[in-house]
């Protein structure tokens, strides 16, 4: 069964901090880089952070020093910390294969405030 579930989403102030997660089915998972991507209202879904099977990073310029992507593979399970959160990284936020594009399958989503 396909199945993409984040959550950890929330209100918060500018300044501060959330963590995400992610579960994953095995399909969408196992031996996958994946990704958490983002869409703030009325912009296209954009890719901020990845990281591969072996745990290499990469992330948007934007969230860089910021975010940090991490994954438990025994868990099929990825991960999202994200710190010093500014009122523009307001956006539902998504996590898939780092390779997902439009027409892939993707989860509800979780809503990220951030306040200023």
């Known amino acids: 069964q396909v199945q993409l579930v984040e959550s950890g989403g929330g209100l918060v102030q500018a300044g501060g901090s959330l963590s995400l997660s992610c579960a994953a089915s095995r399909s969408i998972f196992s031996r996958n880089s994946m990704g958490w991507y983002r869409q703030a209202p009325g912009k296209q879904r954009e890719l901020v952070a990845t990281i591969t099977s072996g745990g290499n990073t990469n992330y948007a310029d934007s969230v860089k020093g910021r975010f940090t992507i991490s994954r438990d593979n025994a868990k099929n399970m990825v991960f999202l910390q994200m710190m010093n959160l500014k009122p523009e990284d307001t956006a539902v936020y998504y996590c898939?294969?780092?390779?997902?594009?439009?027409?892939?399958?993707w989860g509800q989503g979780t809503q990220v405030t951030v306040s200023s």
């Open positions: 898939n294969q780092a390779t997902a594009w439009s027409g892939s399958y």
